[in-house]
Nanobody, 120 residues
Framework: QVQLVESGGGLVQAGGSLRLSCQAS????????MGWFRQAPGKDREFIAA????????YYGDSMKGRFNISLDTAKNTGYLQMNSLKPEDTAVYYC?????????????WGQGTQVTVSP
């Protein structure tokens, strides 16, 4: 059974940092891409970043590069999203996925999400 489990969310003051983790298990993910997305209340899901499972290639959404950094430990099958200089508008539920045919193929596996709240 494939599982993706996010952790590391929480409440942080504006200007602070958080590192989210996404632990993937249940199959071999070679050839997959791990992505991070977020969704704020009343807004569409927004792409943040993605990384090839080899770790050799990264992708960032518009305006995401600079404050957000994606990485992946292939030995642990765990991805990370380092978020710096957080702003109240970064408040959202953050999700990771593992996608064999990005972007957003129906074959992708998703985590349950972790809440990030940034206070002014």
């Amino acid at each position: 059974q494939v599982q993706l489990v996010e952790s590391g969310g929480g409440l942080v003051q504006a200007g602070g940092s958080l590192r989210l983790s996404c632990q993937a298990s249940g199959r071999t993910f070679s050839g997959y891409v791990m992505g991070w997305f977020r969704q704020a209340p009343g807004k569409d899901r927004e792409f943040i970043a993605a990384i090839s499972w080899s770790g050799s290639t990264t992708y960032y959404g518009d305006s995401m590069k600079g404050r957000f950094n994606i990485s992946l430990d292939t030995a642990k099958n765990t991805g990370y999203l380092q978020m710096n200089s957080l702003k109240p508008e970064d408040t959202a539920v953050y999700y990771c996925n593992a996608d064999p045919r990005p972007p957003l193929s129906p074959l992708a596996f998703w985590g349950q999400g972790t809440q990030v709240t940034v206070s002014p």
